[in-house]
C-alpha cells in the first residue's frame, strides 16, 4: 500500500494537543499541509473533496483554540471532515477512507472520540450539540465548549431551525459555526441564500459590526452590566443598518460576522474571543468550497464535490472509457424519462430537497425550469409541497434517496398516503449504496413503505422496467400513492430507451421455467438471478426465476403458481428482511395454508459498513455465488433426505 508522505509540520501532527504546541506563526503552513495532504490522497483515491478543502482553516483553528476532544465538535453531515480526520490520530489510515474495511466517508463515534456525532444526514449538528451541552450543564461541566460546524445548505432544513429556537432560550456553552459557501452539493435556494448573501454584502453593517465587536472585548470585563449596555447598542446596530433585522439574533443567539474562513489566524483569535463570551452564539463564516487548489475553485463545484479519481496536477478527472456500449445509470434513465412523459403529461412536475444532479432531475430543470423544483435540504417539506400539488390535479414525481426519505415518514404517511393523494415516490439509491456506508445505504424503505394503507410499492429489474412503472404511475387511472425504488449505479441495458407500456398494478412476471427450485427476487438485484440460474444448470439444478416488480400489492396469482408447483423457494431482496419481500411471501403462504421451506436472502439485522456495492452483497450473501449455494442446499439437501429415507 502506497505511503502518503505529509509536509513537516503535519508529520507532527498525530492529536490536536501536538497542533496546540506550534505558534500561531506556524498555522498558516500547517493549513497548506493540510491541504496537499487532503489532494494527494483524494486524487488517487476518491471522495469528498471540495467541502473538506473549504475548511481547512476552521479545521485547524476550531482544533487549535479548543481542547477537543473535551470541547465536543460536531460536524453537520460530515463531508468536510477529511481535515479533521487527519489531525484527530488518522492521518497514517487517511488512505483507506471510504475503502471496504476502512476509515468511513463520515465522522462515526466508534472511530475515534474526536467524532462526538455519527453523521451522514444534514441538519443535524444543532441538536446534538445542543444536548451535548445540556448534558454537560446537568453535570456541572460549566467550562466545557460545544461547537457545531453547519453549511448554509444544511442551515436550510426545519431540523436546524427547530434547534436555533431551542437553543435560544437556553443558557448553555454552545457555539454555531455557520460555514457559508453558497452551495451544499448543488448551489443552494431559497430565502435563507438571498438573506445570508445581504449581510455577507453589506459594507455598512459589517463595518459598524466590526467597531462594536472590539467595543464588546473593551470592556466586557468590566461586568454584566457593561456587557448588557454594549449588547444593546450592538443590537441596535444591526437592526438600525439590516432592515429586516437579523435572524440570527430574534431567535436569542449572538450574531458574529461574516469574517474570511480562509484566514486561519484571523479565526483562531475570533474563536479564542468567542470562546469568552458565554451564551449561545453564531458565528458567520464565508469560505469557497474547494479552496487553494484552482481547478476545484474555477471548476463546477457539483462536479468537485466527489469528482472521484483525478491527476492532481492538470485538474482532468480520470474516467475510464468502455470498451463496449455501457448500460446508463438508473438515475440518468429517471431524468431523461419524467422529461418525456412531461412533454405528453403537462400535469406532471418534479420535485427534489437539493439533489438535482445526484437524482438528475437537473435534466428537467433545464428542460422544463418551470416544472421542476429544488426545495433546498427538506424532505419533510418537499413530501407536503408535493401533496399540496396533488390536491389541485398535478402528478409530482418526488424524487429523494432511499435514506433520505427516512426523514419525512410521517408526511408520507399523513400528508400522501392517509388522503391518497397522487404523488410518485422515485427512492434512489434503494439497497446497499456503496462507499457512503450506512448513513446511505436504503436499507428499510420496503419494509416502511409496505405497511402504510393506500401506497403502491414497486421496484424495476432493468432500465425497461424503471421506464414502464413510471408511465403506469403518472397515468389518470392509477390515481395512488405510487413508490418506486431503485438502486445507485448501472443498469444491464445499453439500448434502455424502449418505448412505454402500462404494467397491470399488482403483477409479477415469470422470467424462467424451472423445475426443481423457484427464486423470487424484487428489483434490480434480481439480474443475480439470471447469473445464478446459469451457474446452477451447470450443476444439473433446474431453478425458476420470478420477477416480482411489486411488493404492494403483491401477484397473489403468481405466488398460487409458485406454491402450486414449488415446496422450495428463494426470496431475494436488495433491502431489510424483516418486513420485506421476504415476509410479503411467508405471510401469503401463511394465510392460504401452504407448505414449503422458505428462505430469505437479504440484508441482516444489522448495519452494513461501508464498500462496494458488490463487496457488501458478497458480505451479505446476496450476490451470485450466494444465491448458488443457498439454492445447492435446499435442493440437494431434499435429495439427501429422500435417499436416507
Not at 136 to 164: C, P, W, Y
Not at 348 to 369: D, E, H, K, R, V
Not at 455 to 470: F, Q
Not at 576 to 594: D, K, P, R, W
Request: aromatic letters at 8%; charged letters at 20%; glycine letters at 10%.
Amino acid at each position: 500500500m502506497k505511503e502518503y508522505k505529509a509536509g513537516v509540520l503535519l508529520e507532527k501532527i498525530n492529536t490536536p494537543s501536538d497542533l496546540r504546541k506550534l505558534s500561531e506563526e506556524e498555522l498558516p503552513q500547517v493549513c497548506e499541509e493540510l491541504r496537499q495532504f487532503i489532494i494527494d490522497v483524494v486524487s488517487e483515491k476518491g471522495g469528498h473533496f471540495g467541502a473538506s478543502l473549504g475548511v481547512v482553516e476552521l479545521t485547524v483553528a476550531i482544533h487549535y483554540i479548543f481542547n477537543t476532544p473535551y470541547d465536543q465538535l460536531v460536524w453537520d453531515v460530515g463531508h468536510q471532515a477529511y481535515g479533521h480526520k487527519i489531525l484527530t490520530g488518522r492521518r497514517k489510515i487517511f488512505h483507506t477512507n471510504r475503502i471496504y474495511k476502512g476509515l468511513s466517508g463520515f465522522p462515526k463515534r466508534s472511530e475515534s472520540e474526536y467524532d462526538t456525532f455519527g453523521v451522514g444526514h444534514s441538519s443535524t449538528s444543532i441538536s446534538a450539540a445542543l444536548g451535548m451541552a445540556f448534558a454537560s450543564k446537568l453535570n456541572k461541566q460549566s467550562e466545557r465548549q460545544h461547537i457545531a460546524v453547519i453549511g448554509d445548505g444544511a442551515m436550510t432544513a426545519g431540523l436546524a431551525f427547530e434547534a436555533l429556537n431551542h437553543g435560544g432560550a437556553a443558557n448553555t456553552n454552545l457555539l454555531v459555526i455557520l460555514n457559508d459557501n453558497c452551495m451544499s452539493i448543488d448551489p443552494n435556494v431559497g430565502a435563507l441564500k438571498e438573506y445570508l448573501a445581504d449581510i455577507t454584502t453589506s459594507h455598512t453593517y459589517n463595518k459598524l459590526k466590526e467597531e462594536v465587536w472590539h467595543l464588546l472585548g473593551r470592556f466586557s470585563h468590566f461586568g454584566p452590566n457593561i456587557q448588557a449596555i454594549v449588547q444593546k447598542v450592538e443590537n441596535s446596530v444591526k437592526s438600525a443598518v439590516l432592515k429586516q433585522g437579523n435572524l440570527f439574533e430574534a431567535m436569542n443567539f449572538r450574531y458574529f460576522g461574516p469574517i474570511d474562513g480562509h484566514d486561519v489566524n484571523h479565526m483562531v483569535k475570533v474563536l479564542n474571543d468567542l470562546k469568552d463570551i458565554p451564551g449561545p452564539k453564531i458565528l458567520h463564516c464565508i469560505t469557497k468550497k474547494g479552496k487553494g487548489y484552482q481547478p476545484a475553485e474555477e471548476g463546477d463545484p457539483t462536479q468537485w464535490h466527489a469528482p472521484g479519481v483525478f491527476n492532481k496536477d492538470t485538474g482532468e478527472i480520470i474516467k475510464v472509457i468502455p470498451k463496449s456500449p455501457q448500460a446508463p445509470k438508473y438515475q440518468d434513465v429517471f431524468g431523461h424519462t419524467i422529461v418525456e412523459l412531461a412533454e405528453k403529461n403537462e400535469k406532471i412536475l418534479g420535485i427534489t430537497p437539493a439533489m438535482p444532479s445526484g437524482s438528475s432531475l437537473n435534466i428537467m430543470m433545464q428542460a422544463m425550469p418551470n416544472r421542476a423544483f429544488d426545495v433546498g435540504i427538506a424532505e419533510q417539506h418537499a413530501v407536503t409541497f408535493s401533496a399540496g400539488l396533488a390536491t389541485q390535479g398535478f402528478v409530482p414525481f418526488c424524487n429523494i434517496y432511499s435514506s433520505f426519505i427516512q426523514r419525512a415518514y410521517d408526511q408520507i404517511i399523513h400528508d400522501v398516503a392517509l388522503q391518497n393523494l397522487h404523488v410518485v415516490f422515485c427512492l434512489d439509491r434503494a439497497g446497499l449504496a456503496g462507499a457512503d456506508g450506512p448513513t446511505h445505504h436504503g436499507a428499510y424503505d420496503i419494509a416502511f413503505m409496505r405497511c402504510i394503507p393506500n401506497l403502491i410499492v414497486s421496484a424495476p429489474l432493468n432500465e425497461e422496467e424503471l421506464r414502464n412503472l413510471m408511465y403506469t404511475a403518472q397515468l389518470e387511472s392509477t390515481k395512488a400513492p405510487f413508490v418506486i425504488r431503485y438502486p445507485r449505479g448501472e443498469g444491464v441495458m445499453p439500448n434502455w430507451k424502449t418505448p412505454f407500456k402500462k404494467i397491470t398494478l399488482g403483477t409479477g412476471r415469470r422470467v424462467a421455467n424451472g423445475n426443481d427450485i423457484a427464486i423470487l427476487s424484487i428489483g434490480h438485484i434480481g439480474n443475480y438471478v439470471t447469473k445464478a440460474i446459469e451457474k446452477l444448470k451447470q450443476e444439473g439444478i433446474s431453478a425458476a426465476h420470478y420477477d416480482m416488480r411489486f411488493v404492494k400489492p403483491i401477484d397473489e396469482v403468481l405466488l398460487h403458481e409458485v406454491f402450486g408447483k414449488f415446496n422450495k423457494v428463494i426470496t431475494l431482496e436488495d433491502g431489510c428482511l424483516m418486513g420485506g419481500m421476504g415476509s410479503a411471501v411467508l405471510e401469503f403462504m401463511a394465510i392460504n395454508g401452504y407448505h414449503a421451506q422458505v428462505k430469505m436472502m437479504g440484508l441482516p439485522d444489522k448495519y452494513i459498513e461501508h464498500g462496494s456495492q458488490i463487496e457488501l452483497h458478497t458480505e451479505c450473501g446476496i450476490h451470485p455465488g450466494g444465491i448458488v449455494l443457498t439454492a445447492k442446499e435446499m435442493v440437494e439437501g431434499e435429495i439427501n433426505k429422500q435417499a436416507s429415507a
